[in-house]
């Protein structure tokens, strides 16, 4: 994660600060776009740390309605940690979230954000069988998720906290 800090800071994007092992980076810095700016930081961690990695570039105020627009604010506040956001650079159709949705087996329900998935694991993410529902992995296959535990700690690292 030192490494990965080191990077940015090489790259002129200023007070770089990882959460913990979680592959998460907190900067200031600028950019035409997210999506340029997450092309150019593949490329540059390919190239500095011969890792292929994606990366998943949000603003601090798109973090903040991550958690604004949250659907699921009683499992947020009740169990935190079995609710999970999928952020993803693109977002598939309404339609294939719901069809998800309506052939999941268990109790875990979908919802979408604006460029992200809220999933929850009522019963964990361990024991959960939503990975086996038809369609699942294309919706999450090009996206990293994260817990709700993170999600705020990653909130207070962009704010101050």
Not at 44 to 72: H, K, M, S, Y
């Amino acid at each position: 994660m030192a490494e990965l800090a080191r990077v940015f800071s090489e790259l002129g994007y200023c007070d770089a600060k990882t959460l913990l092992q979680s592959g998460n980076v907190a900067f200031i810095g600028y950019a035409s776009s997210c999506r340029d700016l997450e092309i150019q930081l593949q490329a540059e961690c390919q190239a500095r740390l011969g890792l292929d990695v994606a990366f998943f570039v949000r603003t601090a105020e798109e973090w903040t309605e991550v958690i604004e627009f949250n659907p699921f604010t009683p499992m947020a506040l009740a169990d935190p940690s079995h609710l999970v956001v999928h952020f993803l650079n693109e977002m598939p159709l309404a339609y294939d979230v719901d069809r998800v949705q309506g052939a999941i087996m268990g109790p875990e329900e979908i919802r979408a954000g604006s460029k992200h998935l809220y999933v929850t694991y009522p019963n964990g993410i361990g024991t959960s069988t939503i990975g086996r529902t038809p369609g699942w992995n294309k919706l999450t296959a090009n996206g990293t998720a994260r817990n709700w535990n993170t999600i705020l700690k990653l909130h207070a690292m962009l704010h101050g906290d």
